[in-house]
């Protein structure tokens, strides 16, 4: 049987190597939000579950900042879902009698939400492109933006479609 503290230590390590070990900035937020929504079944293991929650959104928090957002929409919206996160965190810490844990949890969760709320305000919001007929990926970019060399964004947006020379007839782009 292993003690609490050595559990303790191999959660740590967990969240640790699974946010060193997804390299793309994106997924790396994915997979630790997922751990944050770990739970338990037996009260010891809910208590262990509280100590791998709390243990991601720290790991989330940092991996925020290496995070680069697309768009406006972008960066509210998984904002939004990582305060979510943090504020159930809290709540639960609080139930639980850990004032401490919850105030931490409390100034982590401004800390996030701060940085993305400032850096969404620099950026572009989506809107809808509705085009008649599949176009190049090139066309659409001269045409929304003025800038042919945007292709490449503009087909990321666009999900990756097999050929962009076939861009789909709907899709969303940055506003600007």
């Known amino acids: 049987m292993s003690s609490p503290a050595e559990l303790i230590a ?69 904002r939004d879902r990582i305060i979510a996160l943090f504020d159930a965190e809290e709540i639960a810490a609080a139930d639980d009698g850990q004032d401490a844990v919850a105030a931490a949890l409390r100034a982590l969760r401004g800390a996030v939400d701060r940085d993305l709320t400032r850096r969404a305000a620099n950026l572009s919001p989506l809107r809808p492109v509705t085009v008649q007929a599949q176009l190049p990926a090139l066309v659409l970019a001269q045409h929304l933006y003025g800038d042919a060399r945007r292709e490449g964004e503009l087909t990321r947006m666009a999900g990756d479609p097999p050929n962009p020379c076939f861009m789909p007839s709907q899709f969303r782009a940055l506003a600007r």
């Open 10 to 78: 191999a959660l740590r390590a967990l969240v640790a190597g699974v946010a060193d070990a997804v390299f793309d900035p994106e997924e790396r937020l994915d997979a630790l939000m997922a751990l944050a929504t770990a739970s338990g079944g037996a009260e010891e293991d809910q208590a262990l579950a509280a100590v791998g929650r709390r243990t991601a959104l720290a790991a989330l928090a940092r991996a925020v900042s290496d995070w680069d957002p697309r768009s406006f929409d972008d960066a509210v919206g998984r």
